[in-house]
Nanobody, 118 residues
Framework: QVQLQESGPGLVKPSQTLSLTCTVS??????????WTWIRQPPGKGLEWIGYIAYSGSTYYSPSLKSRTSISRDTSKNQFTLQLSSVTPEDTAVYYC??????????WGQGTQVTVSS
């Protein structure tokens, strides 16, 4: 079975860069045709798609966030990483990593709370 686990600091100061890592076990992040995705949920709001890094290494980001977003991977560690720069309190959310095969999401991490505050 595939497991995903988010890790990173729970508190980030405004203007700094939010960095989170998703560690994947039970499956390779290079396997066709999976998309390794970051999604967030601000308090009281719905899920917001951030972006993905595909099995091929290609990336795609939400238009509203792409200027601040970078997703990368370390295939030797079977990890992928989110970096969101210039954060504000509006970036406070629970952040999830998830796997998406064609057709929909099948595995999710448990989520990690990130608060942006000084």
């Amino acid at each position: 079975q595939v497991q995903l686990q988010e890790s990173g600091p729970g508190l980030v100061k405004p203007s700094q860069t939010l960095s989170l890592t998703c560690t994947v076990s039970g499956g390779s992040i290079t396997t066709n045709y999976y998309y390794w995705t970051w999604i967030r949920q601000p308090p009281g709001k719905g899920l917001e798609w951030i972006g993905y890094i595909a099995y091929s290494g290609s990336t795609y980001y939400s238009p509203s966030l792409k200027s601040r977003t970078s997703i990368s991977r370390d295939t030797s560690k079977n990890q992928f990483t989110l970096q969101l720069s210039s954060v504000t309190p509006e970036d406070t959310a629970v952040y999830y990593c998830a796997r998406k095969p064609p057709g929909g999401y099948d595995y999710w991490g448990q989520g990690t709370q990130v608060t942006v505050s000084s």
